[in-house]
């Protein structure tokens, strides 16, 4: 089945590793074949990552763009160990990434990383309310 993505003007997106910029003005694409994908609001870029887990979804984002590269396997084991050390309640949210890379359902890793940071925020507000990490993504 197609997928339709709707940009907004000047929006990005980067299909199998090609970064595409919109113009100036809303257009649709309809995607009619299997591919990676993601859209400049799924993107953390690694100069925004700034927490523990924010930097566990850059690495999910080059393993899910990179069609999973070994070399990443090594750095997304130390960064869940890191992560399961400071905060073990994180355990279902890293076990299911786990699940879904076996699986080779790299987006779906990508999207429960993405619950993982909502989830290190909300920590993160209650221990300081105030704190600039409470941003959104």
Do not use: W
Not at 25 to 52: G, M, Q, V
Request: charged share 25%.
């Amino acid at each position: 089945m197609p997928l339709r993505i709707h940009l907004k003007p000047n929006e990005r997106l980067i299909i199998n590793g090609a970064a595409i910029r919109n113009g100036d003005r809303p257009t649709s694409l309809l995607i009619e074949n299997p591919c990676r994908f993601l859209r400049e609001t799924e993107i953390i870029t690694e100069s925004e990552a700034d927490t523990a887990c924010k930097q566990l979804c850059v690495t999910l984002q080059l393993i899910y763009l990179a069609d999973h590269p070994q070399e990443a396997d090594d750095l997304l084991v130390r960064q869940s160990n890191e992560i399961l050390k400071a905060m073990p309640s994180s355990t279902p949210y890293l076990m299911a990434i786990q699940d879904e890379l076996a699986a080779k359902q790299y987006h779906r890793a990508l999207k429960v990383g993405r619950e993982l940071v909502a989830y290190e925020r909300s920590l993160l507000e209650r221990l300081d309310p105030t704190s600039d990490v409470a941003a959104p993504t």
